[in-house]
């Protein structure tokens, strides 16, 4: 099936240069993501994920090499792109409401029916009753989930989630997760995550990229069974497969680690 490409990465090298010197942080990068993929990235610091993912939201420029959204090149913060972080970044003096409208006041995109329609998807994701509280009295993982709603408003083509569970409970995370992944399968949408924490890469992604330091590179693409896929993170957990994937990936990051000498 000729599935389509939401997301294209050709020899994506990058270069810093400053005071200090230049420095080759990621070499080489090539991935295609099709549409209604999640895709994880994982490796130890210093290996470019945070690199690699501010190249796609166009906040830093590739030296090298090539990168397309939706076949469009990027150069600059594109509206095609959300982006979701630790930290959720909400106004305290703004309402939950009028927080998720600055995605769509930014880009001068707000109509008559727009409060309706952030209403309707604070419902869809368990937040009914929140639109006219405050941030301060929302728990850390609803406020999650608020980000995320002034994510999707906008409607992204892809979104960039850069370790947006990390700060929360077990329990909290993997609640938030689960919704991540279904309110993205619904809507049929295609996301990157940065994460350190291979349990959630394993328990959540289609396809985990691995990357390797000195200068980042990709070492392997580890793709998740299916099975494993539609079962959500929770189910996902308990999945025969899954200790075999976590183990796979557990085994490259080790090899990666030794190579260092760590
Ligand atoms: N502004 C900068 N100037 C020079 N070097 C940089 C700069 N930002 C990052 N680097 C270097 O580029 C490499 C990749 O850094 P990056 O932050 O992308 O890695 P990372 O995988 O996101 O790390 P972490 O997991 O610790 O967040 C590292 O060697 C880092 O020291």
Redesign the pocket.
């Known amino acids: 099936m000729n599935r389509e490409k939401v997301l294209e990465l050709k020899e994506l090298t990058h270069i810093?240069v400053?005071a200090a010197g230049a420095?080759l942080?990621?070499n080489h990068i090539n991935l295609t993501v099709n549409k209604g993929e999640f895709i994880s990235l994982v490796?130890p610091?210093?290996?470019?994920?945070?690199?690699?993912l501010n190249m796609i939201a166009g906040l830093i420029s590739p030296t090298y090499g090539e990168l397309s959204v939706m076949g469009e090149a990027i150069t600059s913060p594109s509206s095609r792109l959300g982006y979701m972080q630790q930290q959720d970044y909400l106004y305290p003096w703004r309402t939950i409401l009028q927080n998720v409208k600055l995605g769509l006041e930014i880009r001068k995109e707000v109509t008559d029916d727009s409060d309706r329609k952030i209403i309707a998807l604070l419902d869809e994701l368990g937040l009914e009753n929140a639109a006219h509280k405050y941030p301060h009295q929302l728990s850390g993982g609803m406020r999650q989930r608020v980000a995320l709603a002034r994510t999707l408003i906008t409607d992204p083509d892809l979104l960039l989630l850069d370790e947006p569970f990390s700060a929360l409970d077990l329990h909290i995370k993997m609640q938030l997760e689960e919704l991540v992944q279904s309110t993205l399968d619904r809507l049929g949408k295609t996301a990157i995550l940065?994460t350190?924490d291979l349990a959630e890469a394993v328990a959540i992604s289609d396809r985990i990229v691995v990357?390797g330091?000195n200068p980042?590179h990709i070492r392997k693409i580890v793709t998740i069974p299916r099975e494993l896929r539609a079962a959500g993170p929770i189910e996902a957990r308990k999945h025969p497969e899954y200790q075999r994937c976590f183990d796979e990936l557990w085994h490259e990051l080790d090899e990666e680690m030794e190579k260092e000498g760590e």
Do not use: D, F, Q
């Open positions: 810093y400053n420095h942080a990621v490796g610091s210093g290996c470019g994920k945070t690199t690699i940065v350190h990357l330091r980042g």
